[in-house]
């Protein structure tokens, strides 16, 4: 079975508390109310799960696909992600029977708790990310000559191609410490997202210096720079914005919320 997660809205994303989609008790169950955006996968899902405000208050529900009133669309026009299926859910006076609402969820924690699991994950693949750029850059450095020899032999060339190799070394010690800290029930949220915004933006400058050294063939799609360039953008943003997790962070440091 395939499943979905329907937490982001078309005007909620960063606020996910603000949702509006919601479920009123029925006999037997429960009727819901809303739409959710930009969730993978969720055109072929048999199954998704929708967070959604009952009596106020954010609950986990099970819709299953083929519901009457439950519907997905596929989002058209994507320039990155390409290769992963993006939806948006509508929920027209759909019927969840009650047995189809997670028991043990109240309130946006819960919704939370998945994300966070996400981003630990994010911060090991924009690595992965990492190290294809510069595996491709490295390689047609050292093959690609200019005037009198490779473009790997000017000292332009070497600054950043260390450089990337340094930040990738960097991203993979913190990853690994995120790890161990994970294995040992030690793990924070806010280490989390620590690591997310860091290997995020750091891959994408990364990237972007490894389509510099490919020249005009970092735009083809005979090597992988532009497409992994077009994927970060898209990942820099997802699974909390590199904005919000400065804000995370920046509370955690100083004791000071800086958002509602």
């Not at 497409?227 to 509370?251: C, D, F, P, Q």
């Amino acid at each position: 079975k395939i499943g979905c997660f329907g937490l982001t809205e078309p005007d909620y994303g960063s606020n996910p508390g603000g949702m509006v989609t919601k479920a009123e008790k029925n006999e037997g169950g429960y009727i819901l109310n809303g739409a959710k955006m930009w969730i993978t996968n969720g055109t072929i899902a048999d199954v998704a799960v929708v967070w959604a405000k009952l009596d106020g208050v954010v609950n986990g529900f099970l819709v299953e696909k083929g519901w009457k009133g439950y519907s997905a669309a596929e989002m058209k026009g994507k320039h990155s992600l390409r290769a992963s299926l993006t939806s948006e859910l509508i929920f027209q006076d759909v019927f969840v029977p009650e047995e189809n609402r997670l028991p043990n969820t109240s309130g946006l924690k819960s919704a939370l708790m998945c994300l966070n699991q996400a981003r630990y994950g994010i911060a090991w693949g924009v690595t992965g990310s990492m190290m294809a750029c510069y595996n491709s850059a490295l390689s047609y450095a050292k093959s690609r000559k200019q005037f009198s020899k490779p473009i790997a032999a000017y000292q332009m060339t070497q600054e950043k191609l260390v450089y990337m190799l340094t930040e990738i070394t960097k991203a993979q010690l913190l990853n690994l410490q995120l790890g161990r800290l994970k294995d040992s029930g030690k793990l924070k949220f806010t280490q989390v997202s620590l690591a997310k915004r860091n290997n995020c933006e750091i891959a994408l400058n990364i990237a972007r210096i490894a389509r510099e050294i490919l020249g005009a063939n970092g735009i083809l799609d005979e090597y992988p720079v532009m497409r992994h360039s077009a994927n970060l953008e898209s990942v820099k943003t997802y699974e909390g914005t590199h904005e919000m997790h400065t804000l995370i962070l920046g509370e955690d440091i100083t004791g000071f919320p800086a958002f509602d």
